[in-house]
Nanobody, 124 residues
Framework: EVQLVESGGGLVQAGGSLRLSCAAS????????IGWFRQFPGKERETVSC????????YYDDSVKGRFTISSDDAKDTVTLQMNNLKPEDTAVYYC?????????????????WGKGTLVNVSS
């Protein structure tokens, strides 16, 4: 079964940093897209960043570009989101997700497996 487990969330002051990790299992990791998404209270889930682990291409939402960096460790089947210069408006539940089945498309509607989420709380 395809499984994803997030870790690394917590409370941090504005301007600080956090590193989120997503541990993957149950699929061919290096041929498959894995993305990070976030959900604000009362809002729809939205894309933060995504990595096509087949060709290494990346996507970043404009709101995080230059502050967040996505990377993969194929030996550990893990994707990391390094979050720098955090802002209060980054406060949300962050999820990782994958389409599975060797699918390298980062489209949110194609994500079939989701982690439980990890809370990031940035104080002012």
């Amino acid at each position: 079964e395809v499984q994803l487990v997030e870790s690394g969330g917590g409370l941090v002051q504005a301007g600080g940093s956090l590193r989120l990790s997503c541990a993957a299992s149950g699929f061919t990791f290096d041929d498959t897209a894995i993305g990070w998404f976030r959900q604000f209270p009362g809002k729809e889930r939205e894309t933060v960043s995504c990595l096509n682990n087949n060709d290494g291409s990346t996507y970043y939402d404009d709101s995080v570009k230059g502050r967040f960096t996505i990377s993969s460790d194929d030996a550990k089947d893990t994707v990391t989101l390094q979050m720098n210069n955090l802002k209060p408006e980054d406060t949300a539940v962050y999820y990782c997700a994958t389409p599975g089945n060797g699918n390298s498309d980062c489209a949110i509607w194609g994500m079939h497996t989701w982690g439980k989420g990890t809370l990031v709380n940035v104080s002012s």
